[in-house]
């Protein structure tokens, strides 16, 4: 046996090392990206049974404190914890960008289904409604539909959603296309079976990766949005200590208190990466699926 032979693995070992590094990655990256969304969604619920006094009540003498002191992450101009402020801010900016990722995913959903099941006019309906909403620019949708209704957790959520979900209805039309034209799917058809329950029972299961796949992408896109959005003033409350109102509070302070812009973007970044993670896993793993299924 040569040298080379002892270094390199035998060529039938590639495909397989390559498949089990994939799945590794893809594991790994889904456990990272829950771990971290898990202690956000605790910190949410203790912030709902008991609001931090700190995010709300502030002292002059300890304004523009440093982070790592006597306050973990710092103070902001009025002296109120900024460790504080944005935990009292999660359940603004996340249960927004929740609530409107819910809506647009359902409502994608349903239509996506829906044309990929009933050809001819529904079918150009829905196509034609779906082209309609994406010529416009989602969040100038948003900034003219707030500004005429006015700020708060339901305006901007439900207004996030209904602007976003033709992009959940494009993949799940193409998903669903493909998954109804399988053998056990004409079966059920050719069976008698009733349409809508062949689309829960048959086309949805398949769809599941990808519907949890897009959730996550959309989720992390629905947090940005409600960040930019209160970052300008026409999201949340002014009051309200979401992620986007601390980002545009710091601004008048980035010279003397860059802590204030950095401790809210942080937060924003943490669940953008740790809700891409987890798209990115469930979008490995179930690739690895197909090609052990093939």
Same mark, same amino acid.
């Given at each position: 046996?040569?040298?080379?032979?002892?270094?390199?693995?035998?060529? /039938?070992?590639?495909?397989?090392? $390559?498949?089990?590094?994939?799945?590794?990655?893809?594991?790994?990256?889904?456990?990272?990206?829950?771990?971290?969304? /898990?202690?956000?969604? #605790?910190?949410?619920?203790?912030?709902?049974?008991?609001?931090?006094?700190? /995010? %709300?009540?502030?002292?002059?003498?300890?304004?523009?404190?440093?982070? %790592?002191?006597?306050?973990?992450?710092?103070?902001?101009?009025?002296?109120? *914890?900024?460790?504080?402020?944005?935990?009292?801010? +999660?359940?603004?900016?996340?249960?927004?960008?929740? #609530?409107?990722?819910?809506?647009?995913? *359902?409502?994608?959903? &349903? +239509?996506?289904?829906?044309?990929?099941? %009933?050809?001819?006019?529904?079918?150009?309906?829905?196509?034609?409604?779906?082209?309609?909403?994406?010529?416009?620019?989602?969040?100038?949708?948003?900034?003219? #539909?707030?500004?005429?209704?006015?700020?708060? %957790?339901?305006?901007?959520?439900? #207004?996030?959603?209904?602007?976003?979900?033709?992009?959940?209805?494009?993949?799940?039309?193409?998903?669903?296309?493909?998954?109804?034209?399988?053998?056990?799917?004409?079966?059920?058809?050719?069976?008698?079976?009733?349409?809508?329950?062949?689309?829960?029972?048959?086309?949805?299961?398949?769809?599941?990766?990808?519907?949890?796949? +897009?959730?996550?992408?959309?989720?992390?896109?629905?947090?940005?949005?409600?960040?930019?959005?209160?970052?300008?003033?026409?999201? &949340?409350?002014?009051?309200?200590?979401?992620?986007?109102?601390?980002?545009?509070?710091?601004?008048?302070?980035?010279?003397? /208190?860059?802590?204030? +812009?950095? &401790?809210?973007?942080?937060?924003? &970044?943490?669940?953008?990466? !740790?809700?891409?993670?987890?798209?990115?896993?469930?979008?490995?793993? *179930?690739?690895? $699926? !197909?090609?052990?299924?093939?």
């Amino acid at each position: 046996m040569s040298l080379a032979d002892t270094r390199s693995p035998p060529p /039938a070992l590639l495909p397989r090392l $390559r498949l089990w590094t994939r799945a590794a990655s893809g594991n790994l990256l889904l456990t990272l990206g829950l771990v971290i969304v /898990a202690g956000l969604t #605790v910190g949410t619920l203790a912030v709902l049974l008991d609001p931090p006094e700190g /995010a %709300f009540r502030g002292s002059l003498i300890a304004r523009f404190r440093e982070p %790592f002191g006597d306050y973990l992450f710092g103070t902001d101009q009025l002296g109120r *914890s900024l460790l504080d402020r944005v935990a009292a801010g +999660m359940p603004w900016s996340l249960g927004i960008a929740l #609530v409107a990722t819910a809506i647009a995913v *359902s409502v994608g959903t &349903v +239509m996506g289904l829906a044309a990929a099941w %009933f050809p001819g006019w529904p079918r150009k309906v829905i196509q034609q409604l779906v082209d309609t909403v994406i010529a416009f620019p989602s969040l100038v949708i948003a900034v003219t #539909v707030i500004a005429l209704l006015g700020r708060g %957790f339901w305006p901007l959520a439900v #207004v996030l959603g209904l602007a976003t979900w033709p992009i959940a209805a494009r993949v799940v039309y193409a998903e669903a296309l493909s998954v109804i034209k399988r053998d056990y799917v004409l079966a059920a058809k050719l069976s008698g079976v009733d349409g809508a329950v062949i689309l829960w029972t048959h086309v949805l299961p398949a769809l599941r990766p990808t519907l949890l796949t +897009m959730f996550a992408f959309t989720f992390a896109d629905m947090l940005i949005a409600e960040s930019a959005l209160s970052f300008l003033g026409l999201g &949340v409350p002014l009051t309200a200590p979401s992620w986007g109102n601390m980002l545009s509070e710091s601004r008048e302070y980035l010279v003397n /208190a860059p802590h204030m +812009m950095l &401790v809210p973007a942080g937060a924003i &970044v943490l669940a953008v990466v !740790a809700l891409n993670l987890i798209g990115d896993g469930i979008a490995l793993r *179930s690739r690895k $699926r !197909a090609r052990d299924a093939g």
